[in-house]
């Protein structure tokens, strides 16, 4: 199986500048990576690799989320 890397990045959705997310926690699961970052303006930058339902769920609430098995 291939490491996540360790940061991406995005175009920023509010002002259009590059902004980096970084890995938040490497851990022996393999379903999810999440990714967090702040542009310089200040707009926050969730993403996540991984399974689908897995992202998803991180996506559809990343302030709060956790993930079981």
């Not at 393999?30 to 992202?55: L, M, N, R, T």
């Amino acid at each position: 199986m291939l490491k996540a890397p360790r940061s991406l990045t995005f175009k920023c959705a509010k002002c259009a500048k590059a902004v980096q997310v970084r890995l938040q926690k490497v851990s022996a699961c393999s379903h999810i990576q999440p990714y967090f970052g702040v542009c310089g303006c200040g707009e926050v930058k969730h993403h996540a690799i991984g399974q689908k339902d897995a992202v998803e769920s991180y996506l559809a609430a990343p302030e709060g989320w956790t993930h079981h098995h």
